[in-house]
C-alpha cells in the first residue's frame, strides 16, 4: 500500500482538519496532499527521480521531512533520513553506501551536505528553509518548485516497495542501512495506532528526531495514518544547552497533547521541571 494514501483519504474525508502544527504554520489534510502532490512532481520532472532512487534529506524536524518521505511514496522512491548530529565523515561513508540520487539539506546544513557530496557527480543538492521562511532570501520548497505539476496518486505498490532507509547501529557495531517497505510502514503504524488507542481526535507531540525510528515509525506515522494532528517540534535533547523542558510543557497544555514519546533523559527533564505541576495534562 502507498502510505501517502493516508493523507489523500483524510483530505478527502476531513479536509479542514489540521494535520502538521509547526510554529505558527498550520497545514490542513488538504494542504498536505497538494504538498505532497507538487513535490512529488517536481521529484519525478525537475530531478528526474523514478522508482528505487533514493532521496536523501539532511535536516531538522519539520514539514518538509515528511511532505519529502511521502512524496517519495507517491513515486515509489526511497527516502533516506540522515542524523544531522553525525559528521562529515559518517554521512559521506553512508552516502558512499547508499548511492544518493539527490540530497535536501535545510539552511543551516547546506554547507555539511555540499561536503558529503563532494566527489559524487551529478547529485543534485537542493537547500531550502523550513516554511515558513525566516530570512529574506531563503527559499522554501513551494518556491523552489513553482510551476511544476502535481503528480497524481499512484497505483498501489507492491508489498515489497522499499521506502525508508534508516541508519542504525541496532545494538552493536557501525550503523547499517535498515530498509522498510511501504507494508512494513503500513502495518506498524497499524499496530502503534490500536496500541495506543489513536483517534482522529488526538494530538501527537513529536520532538524525537524523525531521522530515527523512534520519532518517526512509532507515533507520527501513526498519528497521520489514524487521521491526527501532529506537532512538530525541533529535536530536543537533554545533553544540549538549548533544551528546555517548560517549551515542552507549554506546548502540551497549549495545543492538549494526549501522546508524545521521549527519551528517558528527556521524560526525566520533563517531569522534573518545576512547572510539570502546574502543567494541565487533562
Not at 9 to 22: M, T
Not at 29 to 52: C, F, Q, R
Not at 91 to 106: D, T, Y
Request: aromatic share 8%.
Amino acid at each position: 500500500m502507498d502510505i501517502s494514501s493516508w493523507i489523500a483519504d483524510s483530505a478527502k474525508s476531513s479536509p479542514n482538519r489540521l494535520a502538521i502544527r509547526y510554529g505558527t504554520q498550520k497545514i490542513t489534510y488538504a494542504d498536505l496532499k497538494e504538498k505532497i502532490s507538487h513535490l512529488a512532481g517536481a521529484l519525478t520532472v525537475e530531478l528526474a527521480i523514478g522508482k528505487g532512487d533514493r532521496v536523501a534529506f539532511l535536516g531538522r524536524n519539520s514539514p518538509e521531512l515528511l511532505q519529502l518521505l511521502f512524496a517519495c511514496a507517491r513515486i515509489g522512491a526511497i527516502f533516506v533520513p540522515l542524523n544531522n548530529r553525525m559528521t562529515v565523515g559518517q554521512l559521506k561513508v553512508f552516502s558512499n553506501h547508499f548511492g544518493p540520487r539527490c540530497m535536501f539539506a535545510e539552511t543551516r546544513f547546506g554547507a555539511t551536505a555540499a561536503k558529503i557530496l563532494e566527489g559524487m557527480r551529478g547529485v543534485p543538492l537542493v537547500i531550502f528553509a523550513p516554511a515558513p521562511a525566516r530570512n529574506r532570501g531563503e527559499r522554501t520548497l513551494p518556491r523552489l518548485f513553482l510551476g511544476v505539476r502535481p503528480r497524481p496518486q499512484s497505483s498501489m505498490p507492491p508489498k515489497n516497495c522499499p521506502l525508508l532507509m534508516i541508519y542504525t547501529s541496532g545494538t552493536t557495531g557501525v550503523p547499517k542501512g535498515a530498509l522498510l517497505t511501504h507494508d512494513t510502514l503500513f502495518y506498524g503504524a497499524m499496530n502503534s495506532v490500536r496500541a495506543y488507542k489513536m483517534t482522529r481526535w488526538d494530538e501527537i507531540l513529536t520532538f524525537i528526531p524523525m531521522s530515527h525510528v523512534g520519532g518517526l515509525a512509532i507515533q507520527t506515522l501513526p498519528a497521520l495514518q489514524a487521521g491526527a494532528t501532529v506537532t512538530i517540534h525541533v529535536d530536543f535533547d537533554p545533553a544540549h544547552v538549548d533544551y528546555d523542558p517548560a517549551h515542552v510543557l507549554r506546548e502540551i497544555e497549549r495545543s492538549k497533547i494526549s501522546l508524545f514519546v521521549a527519551r528517558p533523559m528527556a521524560s526525566k527533564a520533563i517531569t522534573s521541571h518545576p512547572d510539570w505541576h502546574n502543567t494541565d495534562i487533562s
